[in-house]
């Protein structure tokens, strides 16, 4: 059973337009949940990340909205740039285990 | 500032034989230290977690072991791979103070 599902598969913009990825979850008992970003042969490195008890966190041109009745979280990116091209995997924890989204391959197109 | 540092880069190895990993921290006392696995083009597993020496948890069955013989050394290993063993091998640890979860660079292997 897939804990946390992510979609889209794949999503492409032009350059300066919001990218919206999105995110769902069953358990409630997670407590952090975190979007990583992954370039092509490298590790995944975190973006930005929010606790249940917020609905919205900022960090410059990334912004996740999270919707807790709802179990759904999003990552929207603001301004699209070419460089934010990448795979984007939003997470959930429990505990010592995080659980991590199949991922969106984002393209941005200039 | 903590590094991580995996190794080796990359390994080919052929099915039936013996794997080990290694993940070395430095700059952070008892830190958790993490497994994780990604299919290439696929999501990331976590594999196992070790709060402290000699202990560690196993999150899925993938035919894998781990152990932490050191506080700054966490090692996965198996005496006999499996084609499906093949993928990006990532080791990673946790900034409690920041609630961050840093990976190192990785292990490619592929399994022949």
């Known amino acids: 059973q897939q804990q946390v599902r992510q979609s889209p598969q794949s999503l492409t913009v032009w350059e300066g337009e919001t990218a919206i990825l999105n995110c769902s979850y069953e358990?409630?008992?997670?407590?952090?949940f975190p979007w990583y970003h992954q370039f092509p042969g490298e590790s995944p490195a975190l973006l930005i990340a929010?606790?249940?008890?917020?609905n919205k966190k900022e960090d410059g041109r990334f912004t996740i909205f999270f919707n807790k009745r709802e179990k759904k979280f999003s990552l929207h990116i603001a301004d699209s740039q070419p460089g934010d091209s990448a795979t984007y995997f939003c997470a959930a924890r429990n505990y010592n285990v995080l659980y991590f989204g199949s991922g969106t391959k984002l393209t941005v197109e200039p | 500032a903590q590094t991580i540092h995996q190794w080796p880069v990359a390994e080919i190895k052929a099915v039936g034989s013996p794997l080990s990993l290694g993940c070395t921290i430095k700059?952070?006392?008892?830190?958790?230290l993490y497994w994780y696995w990604q299919a290439t083009g696929g999501t990331l597993q976590q594999l196992f977690y070790s709060i402290t020496v000699g202990q560690v948890e196993s999150v899925v069955q993938l035919n894998l072991s781990a152990s932490r013989p050191k506080d700054d050394q966490f090692i996965l290993s198996t005496e006999k791979l499996l084609l499906s063993h093949s993928g990006f091998y990532l080791c990673?640890?946790?900034?409690?103070?920041?609630?961050?979860?840093?990976f190192g660079a990785g292990t490619r292997l592929s399994v022949l």
């Open positions: 358990d409630s008992t997670f407590d952090y």
């Open positions: 990673a640890w946790i900034d409690n103070s920041q609630n961050t979860l840093y």
């Open positions: 700059g952070k006392s008892s830190p958790n």
């Open positions: 929010i606790r249940p008890v917020s």
